[in-house]
C-alpha cells in the first residue's frame, strides 16, 4: 500500500458516498485511476464492505451494553457453538475474543433494561458453555468508531 491508497482509504472512510469523480479529485488522480486502485482495494480484502452508520436511540435501541464472557470449557466444540449462537443473535453487534480472566467481549443493542434482561437470561445464559458473564452498561459514547486510525499519507 503507497500514500495514495492511504489517502482513498482515510477519504473512504470519512464517506463513503463518494463519487469516484470527487474521490480522484480529492486524491489528485484520473477517475479511472482512482477506480481500478478502489477495486484492487476490495478485492484484496482492505476494504471489507460499505454500510451507513446508524444512530441506535433513532431505530429504538436505546440501551448498550458490553459484556464479558467466561465459557466453562475451551475444547473446540463449545467454542464453536458459542461462536455459531453470538452470530445469530441480533442484539450482538460485535464480538471480540480476549485474552485474561474472560474469553469474550460482547457489545450489545437493545431497547431497554427488559430487553437486555431477557436476551442476557433467555438467551446468553441458556447457552451450556457459558459459566460467568460480566455486564456494564453504556452511560454515554465520549468517542464513537468512526474508522481505522491508518499511518500517516
Known amino acids: 500500500m503507497d500514500r495514495i491508497d492511504l489517502l482513498l482509504l482515510g477519504e473512504l472512510q470519512r464517506n463513503g458516498r463518494l463519487t469516484n469523480a470527487d474521490l ?65 443473535w441480533d442484539e450482538v453487534v460485535a464480538c471480540h475474543a480476549l485474552t485474561g480472566d474472560m474469553d469474550y467481549l460482547l457489545q450489545i443493542a437493545v431497547q431497554d433494561l427488559e430487553h437486555f434482561s431477557r436476551f442476557l437470561l433467555d438467551r446468553l445464559l441458556g447457552q451450556a458453555g457459558v459459566a460467568d458473564v460480566n455486564s456494564s452498561f453504556v452511560l454515554r459514547t465520549v468517542k464513537p468508531m468512526r474508522g481505522m486510525p491508518l499511518p500517516p499519507a
Not at 479529485?25 to 476494504?47: K, N, T, W, Y
Open 24 to 88: 480522484a479529485e480529492r486524491v489528485h488522480l484520473s477517475p479511472s485511476a482512482c477506480l481500478r486502485r478502489v477495486q484492487r482495494l476490495e478485492r484484496d480484502g482492505v476494504i471489507a464492505g460499505y454500510r451507513a452508520e446508524v444512530e441506535p436511540e433513532k431505530v429504538g435501541l436505546g440501551l448498550q451494553a458490553f459484556v464479558r464472557v467466561q465459557l466453562r470449557q475451551h475444547d473446540a466444540d463449545t467454542v464453536a457453538a458459542f461462536a455459531s449462537f453470538v452470530t445469530a
